[in-house]
C-alpha cells in the first residue's frame, strides 16, 4: 500500500512539473516574441492613433527587476510620455497627422490639459487633428475640440451641460446602525469628515465647491472659446439650454463640423493622405510611437541632467508604487537625484489629494535637504492637495494648471467606533488597565473625552507644522496661511492669487525654470522613482495566478469594487491625515 502511495506522489510530481514547465516556457517564448518585436517601424505618411483609454498615470514607473517591467509593458505608457512622444511627432516627418477616435480616458481635468495642451503645438507644424466619436463626452470634448475637423456619429450624442459634483452623507445611516465614525479635525472647510457629521452640506463646504467647479469650469469655456472661435457667453448658453445635444444642434451651434460614420471620417483622412479609395492608410498607436522614442531615446541632449521625480497617489507610507506614495521610494529618489553629480536640478511631479501627515512630513524633510543643494521645482497635475501640498510648498517654485486643485491646509482624525452597533447586538466589552490611560482606543467602547483630548492635542500639533512649512515655504507669516487654509481647497487659477502658487504652467513649464536655476541651455530628463516588486507582484497579472482584487472586481463589478476600495482606504487611514477634503469626481 505504501509502495503504491510513493508510486502515485511520484506520478503527480511529475505531473505538476510538466504543467509548471509548460507554462515556464511559454513565458519566455512570449518574452522572446515580444522582445523580438520591441522594434516599432514608423511608416512614411503615417497617422497617430490617440486613444488614451489605458492611460492612466503621469508616471508609468520603472522597476529595479527587469522582468517586472516586461510584465508590465502594456501599462509602461504615462502621460508625460505621451506629451513627449506628441511633441516629438510635431518635428517627425513620416507623421502626417493624429486621429482621435472614441477615446474614452480616465484621465483627469489637468492632465487632460496637459495633452490638449501638446496637441495645440502639435498644430503650429501644420499638421492635421481630426476626432471622431460615437458620443462626445464632456470631457472628451475639451479635449477633442482642439481638432481641425470634428465628426459625430448621426446617432450619437453630445453632452455639454456645465460642471456638479456630489457628495454622499452618512449621518443617519450611522444613527440608524450604530457605525459610528468619530471625528476631530481643524478647519472649518475640512469636509473629507463632514458626511460623517451631518446630513446635508454646510455653507463653507458649498461656498469652496460652487467656487473651485465655477473655476475649473472657466478654464474649460476659454480653452473651447479659442480651439472653435465661439465666443464663452454663447458656450454658457449652449450649457444651460442643453443646445448642442444631438448632433444637428451641436452642428448648428458650431461645437461639431460634420456629422457621419466612422468609414466616412476615414474616407476623409485617406483623402487627405491622397491614399486610394480601397487602400488603408497607415497608423501607429500613441504607445507604440511613444515606447518606440522611449526606446531610442529621443529626449535631451549633453550630460547634463534634471531629475523628474513622480509623486502620484494618495500618501500612505511603505515602499510606494506607481498608485500611492510611499516614502522609502520617494527618500530614495530624492537622495540619488541629490548625489548625483550629472543631476543639476529637480521637478517634483505632484498629483495627489494627500494622506498621511507623518509620511509627508518625512517627504518634506528630504525635500528640504535636497534643496539646499540644487533647485526643486513642483509641477502640479489633478491634484496637489492637502498632504499633496504639504510636500510641494516648500520648493524653489511652484507651477499649477489653472484646473489644478490644491491647498487643502488642514488636518483630520478619524476613529471609527461601532458601540451602538454593539449595544444593539447585545456585545458588551470589559477594560482591565494598571493606570489611567493604559487602555488603547477601542471602537467598542465610547470615545473618552481624554482620548478626544490627546487626539485633538495631536491634530492641532501637525496643523500648525503643516501651516509653519508653509508659511516658511512660501514666505508668508503664520496668520496669512491660516487665513487661507482651514482646510479650504483651491484651484491653480485661484491659488496664484493667494500666493500657493507662482506661475501657471504645467511640465514643460518647471522644466524651463529649472534649467534656468541651474543655468543649463542643454539637458536630458531622468525619470524617478524606480520601484522595488518581487515575484508574486510579478506573475499577478497572469491568467492562472489572478490576484484576489482581479477576482473579486470579476464578481461584483467595476462600480461595487471601486465602493468597496474606497470602504477599505477610510479604514486604512490610521493617525492623523493631511488629505483632501473629499473625493471630488466632476462631472
Not at 510635431?90 to 480616458?105: A, C, L, T
Not at 495642451?117 to 501644420?126: E, N, Q, R, T, Y
Not at 454593539?422 to 488597565?433: D, F, H, S
Not at 482646510?487 to 500657493?500: C, D, P, T, Y
Request: hydrophobic letters at 40%; aromatic letters at 8%.
Amino acid at each position: 500500500m505504501k509502495f503504491l502511495g510513493n508510486v502515485l506522489a511520484t506520478v503527480v510530481g511529475i505531473f505538476i512539473f510538466m504543467v509548471l514547465s509548460f507554462f515556464f516556457v511559454l513565458i519566455i517564448g512570449l518574452i522572446v516574441g515580444s522582445t523580438s518585436s520591441d522594434e516599432i517601424h514608423v511608416k512614411e505618411n503615417s497617422v497617430i492613433e490617440l486613444d488614451l483609454s489605458a492611460i492612466t498615470h503621469d508616471y508609468a514607473g520603472k522597476y529595479s527587476d527587469p522582468w517586472v517591467t516586461i510584465f508590465t509593458e502594456s501599462a509602461s505608457v504615462g502621460v508625460s510620455d505621451v506629451v513627449n512622444a506628441i511633441v516629438e511627432a510635431r518635428q517627425d516627418d513620416k507623421i502626417k497627422g493624429i486621429s482621435i477616435v472614441n477615446n474614452n480616458s480616465g484621465l483627469g481635468m489637468a492632465q487632460t490639459k496637459a495633452v490638449r495642451d501638446a496637441l495645440i503645438d502639435f498644430k503650429k507644424s501644420g499638421k492635421f487633428i481630426v476626432s471622431y466619436a460615437d458620443g462626445y463626452s464632456q470631457k472628451e470634448y475639451y479635449l477633442n475640440s482642439v481638432a481641425d475637423t470634428l465628426y459625430l456619429n448621426p446617432a450619437g450624442d453630445m453632452e455639454f451641460k456645465g460642471l456638479a459634483t456630489e457628495v454622499m452623507f452618512f449621518k443617519d445611516f450611522q444613527d440608524k446602525t450604530g457605525i459610528k465614525m468619530e471625528v476631530i479635525r481643524h478647519g472649518k472647510y475640512k469636509s473629507a469628515v463632514e458626511p460623517f457629521l451631518d446630513n446635508k452640506m454646510s455653507d463653507a463646504n458649498r461656498e469652496q465647491l460652487t467656487a473651485l467647479l465655477n473655476s475649473v469650469w472657466n478654464t474649460i469655456v476659454t480653452d473651447v472659446s479659442k480651439s472653435r472661435k465661439l465666443p464663452v457667453d454663447k458656450l454658457n448658453a449652449i450649457a444651460d439650454g442643453l443646445l448642442a445635444r444631438t448632433p444637428e444642434m451641436a452642428k448648428a451651434q458650431g461645437l461639431i463640423d460634420k456629422i457621419g460614420y466612422e468609414d466616412q471620417y476615414d474616407a476623409g483622412i485617406r483623402k487627405a493622405l491622397k491614399v486610394k479609395k480601397d487602400k488603408d492608410y497607415n497608423r501607429i498607436k500613441i504607445e507604440d510611437y511613444a515606447k518606440r522614442l522611449n526606446t531610442i531615446g529621443a529626449f535631451g541632449e549633453g550630460s547634463d541632467k534634471i531629475a523628474i521625480i513622480y509623486a502620484q497617489g494618495e500618501i500612505k507610507g511603505g515602499k510606494g508604487d506607481v498608485d500611492y506614495i510611499g516614502e522609502e521610494a520617494m527618500r530614495t529618489a530624492l537622495q540619488k537625484a541629490r548625489k548625483d553629480k550629472n543631476i543639476k536640478a529637480i521637478v517634483l511631479r505632484v498629483d495627489s489629494p494627500g494622506g498621511d501627515a507623518m509620511t509627508s512630513e518625512l517627504i518634506w524633510r528630504e525635500i528640504e535637504v535636497t534643496k539646499k543643494v540644487k533647485p526643486v521645482v513642483v509641477s502640479m497635475g489633478n491634484y496637489a492637495a492637502s498632504g499633496g501640498y504639504y510636500i510641494a510648498c516648500n520648493a524653489n517654485e511652484i507651477f499649477a494648471e489653472e484646473n489644478t486643485i490644491t491647498g487643502s491646509i488642514g488636518v483630520f482624525g478619524m476613529l471609527p467606533n461601532f458601540t451602538g452597533l454593539a449595544n444593539k447586538a447585545g456585545i458588551n466589552t470589559v477594560v482591565v488597565q494598571t493606570h489611567k490611560n493604559a487602555a488603547e482606543y477601542s471602537p467598542f467602547r465610547p470615545l473618552s473625552d481624554d482620548m478626544r483630548a490627546q487626539t485633538l492635542e495631536s491634530v492641532e500639533r501637525v496643523y500648525r507644522t503643516f501651516v509653519t512649512r508653509v508659511a516658511t515655504g512660501r514666505k508668508m507669516t503664520f496668520e496669512q496661511v491660516d487665513a487661507i487654509g482651514q482646510g479650504r481647497v483651491w484651484s491653480g487659477a485661484e491659488a496664484i492669487k493667494i500666493g500657493l502658487v507662482d506661475k501657471i504652467g504645467g511640465m514643460d513649464d518647471a522644466l524651463k525654470a529649472a534649467a534656468k536655476m541651474a543655468h543649463l541651455k542643454q539637458y536630458r530628463t531622468e525619470n524617478f522613482p524606480e520601484y522595488d516588486k518581487n515575484l508574486s507582484d510579478m506573475l499577478s497579472g497572469l491568467p492562472f495566478a489572478k490576484t484576489k482584487a482581479a477576482l473579486i472586481k470579476e464578481e461584483v463589478g467595476e462600480e461595487n469594487y471601486e465602493l468597496l476600495q474606497k470602504i477599505k482606504q477610510a479604514n486604512s487611514r490610521k493617525g492623523v491625515q493631511a488629505l483632501m477634503p473629499f473625493e471630488l469626481e466632476i462631472h
